[in-house]
T-cell receptor
Framework: DTAVSQTPKYLVTQMGNDKSIKCEQNLGHDTMYWYKQDSKKFLKIMFSYNNKELIINETVPNRFSPKSPDKAHLNLHINSLELGDSAVYFC?????????????FGEGSWLTVV | GENVEQHPSTLSVQEGDSAVIKCTYSDSASNYFPWYKQELGKRPQLIIDIRSNVGEKKDQRIAVTLNKTAKHFSLHITETQPEDSAVYFCAASSYNNNDMRFGAGTRLTVKP
């Protein structure tokens, strides 16, 4: 009964390919996120969705396209993968504003572009 | 937007000693400050948090202090144990948005 689950956990792919990472949360949260963690361990927000609506879009290349079919799911599609996209991608979720924004992370998806 | 600075980037202590990690934030509207622990190969997990209406919070060997005037907050771990070895992240956010910003992380090593 993982609260925030994402698949796949490991992904090795060639430059130029298109890949997707899926995320689902069963916590009943209204907000979902994608964070990128690079080799230096920096945790950077990429996107934030509240009730399926995009509310944060950091300076992420438009090769990255999030999709939220409902508030329990937030998928990340990446086009034309580049070497620099290699990182760990964490999906996360939180309650709406009034509960203090505690964020719960998924287990991460290790993406390696070769 | 919010900018969170965290120091030190690495910290090595002897088992049983205390460890202190410090963070500063820039947005005076920030009022929620969680700390996350990330073990090798695992997800970041919340260990303690503090809201702006209190100055200190303790949970067994872990405590967090907040100085709103100076815009800084700290994590204190007492009687450290080898299993405390991990990367620790501070973060800050406000009730006005769903944007949580993280510090750069501190790699804590506790030597037996």
């Amino acid at each position: 009964d993982t609260a925030v689950s994402q698949t796949p956990k490991y992904l090795v792919t060639q430059m130029g390919n298109d890949k997707s990472i899926k995320c689902e949360q069963n916590l009943g949260h209204d907000t979902m996120y994608w964070y990128k963690q690079d080799s230096k361990k920096f945790l950077k927000i990429m996107f934030s969705y509240n009730n399926k609506e995009l509310i944060i879009n950091e300076t992420v290349p438009n090769r990255f396209s999030p999709k939220s079919p409902d508030k329990a799911h937030l998928n990340l599609h990446i086009n034309s993968l580049e070497l620099g996209d290699s990182a760990v991608y964490f999906c996360a979720s939180s309650q709406a504003i009034t509960s203090g924004n505690t964020i719960y992370f998924g287990e991460g998806s290790w993406l390696t572009v070769v | 937007g919010e900018n969170v600075e965290q120091h030190p980037s690495t910290l090595s202590v002897q088992e049983g000693d205390s460890a202190v990690i410090k963070c500063t934030y820039s947005d005076s509207a920030s009022n929620y400050f969680p700390w996350y622990k990330q073990e090798l190969g695992k997800r970041p997990q919340l260990i303690i948090d503090i809201r702006s209406n209190v100055g200190e919070k303790k949970d067994q060997r872990i405590a967090v202090t907040l100085n709103k005037t100076a815009k800084h907050f700290s994590l204190h771990i007492t009687e450290t144990q080898p299993e405390d070895s991990a990367v620790y992240f501070c973060a800050a956010s406000s009730y006005n948005n769903n944007d949580m910003r993280f510090g750069a992380g501190t790699r804590l090593t506790v030597k037996p």
